[in-house]
């Protein structure tokens, strides 16, 4: 990997300072130019610098005139070079760990998905490499890659971060095919159920049901149910067969129906289990994060909830509401994709290079850049077919950019994708539902992204 993260140092064997990361360079409060060269215990001191490969340990960021930054850091060993992921600790208050803690750490986070998404590209890119020079180099890509997740994720240490908020994250909605994806998505839990005796049925309609949400925050909530109604209940009140059935409301609604049944004391069940308190104002009953969390969101993205018990039939029902979408169009991919001319901006170096393999593989040409400013000087020099674009990059966002490309180019308007790192960025999900730009998350597939662009011509 020749370029550094931004938390990362890269040293030789003799300790000197090959490179450095500019977030690093922020706290020091120094130039690149005045590290590379030095040794690097003139700025990093502690057991990390000697500690094994892969093992975190105490870190400690000194530089002139500034208070000493304490912290972890996690060392590997690349011939004859090593590299060294620095993330700082927080202050040893609550604020000070949600205010100077989770930012850090979320640059890791994304710079993790950055890297997943190179995992993934370059392993499907190896079984048609043209030759076995380029297969080679795809493997290494993937290797090395693996690598600077394992380093990043010793770094990603949960007891650096602070704590997750209730409400849980923003939701990524778009039109997702409700029954399909979420039979995908409870297939682990349908196993691990029938293993211990519960019966689970999945019933879908022949015609798919279109909703607008975030399926994978819908698949959290509608597993914590199913867990909660099941293994996680006392045996004389647990449900023993689980039916979801997802069907298409008499208004402008896709319902997700969850019938549990064969607790013996379905009120109990309702009750204790499912918030029923909480409902009729006894105060909340449910404490688990995770069916809170899942419900807060849920009412974020237009949905409801509801809940019945019918002692008679020792069944509880769960009704899961959620907006009506239109199907989307889909891409034929019996088509041979037209040529296009795409403009490629990402400030990873290995992202650059995945997606021009990916893309001319499929018969594109790419043209990468890695600023915004990079960026801006290729659309006044050449005019291209498609753009595809992280949105937060070192020297600003993708609606600067893309403030003047609308004047310029007016046709790149519907011809955008974001790749991104974080999807739920509120600047983000604002900006993109003006103009219904596609939001691809990484990490993601070379087929996802062909599809994405045959979607736009």
Not at 1 to 7: A, E, I, L, N, Y
Not at 21 to 39: H, K, N
Not at 261 to 271: E, K, M, N, S
Not at 440 to 455: G, R
Request: hydrophobic residues 45%.
């Amino acid at each position: 990997m020749d370029s550094c993260g931004p938390f990362e140092v890269l040293v030789d064997t003799r300790g000197q300072v090959l490179g450095v990361g500019t977030r690093l360079c922020a706290l020091a409060g120094v130039a690149p130019s005045e590290l590379v060269g030095r040794p690097v215990s003139r700025f990093l001191r502690g057991p990390a610098l000697t500690a094994s490969a892969g093992v975190a340990a105490a870190l400690e960021l000194r530089a002139d005139g500034r208070a000493p930054i304490a912290g972890v850091g996690v060392r590997s060993v690349d011939g004859g070079r090593q590299s060294l992921t620095f993330v700082p600790e927080a202050a040893r208050t609550d604020a000070g760990r949600a205010r100077d803690v989770e930012p850090r750490l979320a640059e890791v986070g994304k710079e993790i998905q950055d890297a997943l998404t190179g995992i993934i590209g370059f392993a499907g890119l190896v079984p048609i490499a043209p030759t076995p020079h380029r297969r080679k180099f795809y493997v290494d890509q993937v290797v090395s890659q693996a690598e600077r997740v394992r380093r990043l994720v010793h770094v990603y240490d949960p007891a650096l971060g602070g704590r997750s908020s209730a409400e849980g994250p923003l939701p990524l909605s778009r039109p997702a095919d409700v029954g399909a994806e979420l039979a995908y998505a409870l297939s682990g839990l349908r196993a691990s159920l029938e293993r211990g005796g519960v019966g689970f049925d999945i019933e879908l309609p022949h015609e798919p049901v279109w909703a607008t949400c975030d399926i994978r925050q819908v698949g959290d909530l509608v597993s914590a149910l199913i867990l909660r109604a099941t293994v996680q209940q006392r045996r004389d009140y647990q449900a023993n067969e689980v039916v979801l059935h997802v069907r298409r409301g008499a208004s402008p609604h896709a319902l997700i129906e969850l019938t549990l049944t064969g607790a013996d004391q379905p009120q109990v069940l309702l009750r204790e289990r499912f918030g029923l308190d909480e409902e009729e104002g006894h105060g909340p009953s449910v404490s688990e994060i995770e069916l809170r969390a899942g419900i807060a969101a849920l009412r974020r993205q237009g949905g409801q909830i509801a809940r019945a018990a019918d002692p008679e039939r020792e069944e509880v029902k769960v009704t899961v509401t959620l907006p009506l979408a239109v199907a989307p169009r889909r891409a034929d991919k019996l088509r041979t994709p037209v040529p296009l001319d795409v403009l490629v901006v990402d400030d990873d170096a290995m992202l650059g290079e995945l997606y021009q393999e990916m893309l001319q593989v499929a018969g594109h040409s790419v043209t990468s850049c890695r600023t915004i400013s990079a960026a801006r000087e290729a659309l006044r020099a050449q005019r291209f077919d498609a753009v595809v674009a992280e949105f937060q990059m070192k020297d600003g966002l993708l609606s600067e950019l893309w403030a003047m490309a609308s004047e310029a180019h007016p046709e790149l308007m519907s011809r955008l994708v974001v790749a991104t790192r974080d999807p739920r960025d509120p600047r983000l999900v604002e900006w993109a539902m003006q103009g219904q730009t596609p939001i691809l998350a990484k990490p993601f597939s070379a087929p996802a992204l062909l599809e994405h662009l045959a979607l736009l011509v």
